[in-house]
């Protein structure tokens, strides 16, 4: 029987009154970030302690975006956009993700170079 894997398809929350900050203020999500920080966490933990096979996460949202019960009020996106210009500005929490994902993307990468046939006799350092 093969063990059962999992994919993280959307996570994420708003923060609260975002919408209402300017956008020097709405870049700093300091609450998004200690969110992300608390469940890319909790998966590592699953992942190394638990043997559990997570093949993918993905944050929620890239862009803050159209929702449909609260329109363009609720702001769920890393990347603050100006509806008007559709000028956009990276919020802290897509720098965390970032960091994030490459620190595992380097860690995965090994694994796979270590684990690919292929790549037999060649193991990453």
């Known amino acids: 029987m093969r063990a059962a894997h999992f994919s993280v398809t959307e996570n994420g929350f708003a923060c609260k009154d975002e919408s209402s900050l300017t ?5 700093h999500d300091n609450d998004r970030v200690e969110y992300y920080r608390g469940y890319t ?5 699953a992942i190394n302690l638990d043997g ?3 093949r993918s996460y993905f944050a929620w949202s890239l862009l803050d975006n159209f929702e449909w019960a609260d329109g363009y009020t609720t702001r769920f996106g ?7 210009t559709q000028e956009r500005a990276p919020k802290d929490s ?10 595992l993307e380097i860690s995965e ?3 796979s170079l ?5 790549f037999e006799g060649h193991k990453a350092k």
């Open 114 to 118: 270590n684990n690919f046939k292929w």
């Open 109 to 111: 990468f090994r694994q």
């Open 78 to 84: 890393v990347t603050h956009i100006n509806y008007d």
């Open 94 to 103: 897509s720098r965390f993700l970032k960091e994030v994902s490459f620190a």
């Open 41 to 45: 966490q909790a998966l590592l933990e």
């Open 23 to 27: 956008v020097a203020e709405a870049i």
């Open 52 to 54: 559990v096979d997570i």
